[in-house]
Structures are given as C-alpha cells and as structure tokens.
C-alpha cells in the first residue's frame, strides 16, 4: 500500500473518532479538548496525504 494511502486513512480514523467523541460526550470538556487536538492531527495529516499525491 502507498505511503499516501496510509497516511490519508489514518487521517480518515483520526476523524472519525474526534467525530465520535464529540457526539458521544458533548458536556464534556475534558473529552472536547482531545477531540479537538485528534481533529487536529487529522486534518494535518490530511493535508499531507494530498500534498503528497501531486
């Protein structure tokens, strides 16, 4: 598998779960904060999939 292909679906994972979090425990702020430093983290490695590509 590529590079970029594992890097895009562990970006892909990373939001699914702040995505999960955030549903699953809305008044939470503990929960909120990681969730948020996860959507992060999946976002940059987003970005980096697709710079990759080109």
């Not at 955030?22 to 992060?40: H, T």
Request: charged share 10%.
């Amino acid at each position: 598998m590529n590079r970029n292909k594992q890097t895009y679906i562990a970006s892909l994972l990373l939001i699914g779960v702040s995505i999960y979090l955030i549903l699953e425990y809305p008044n939470s702020g503990k929960y909120s904060m990681i969730a948020g430093a996860v959507m992060l983290i999946g976002i940059i490695l987003n970005y980096l999939a697709y710079s990759g590509k080109k």
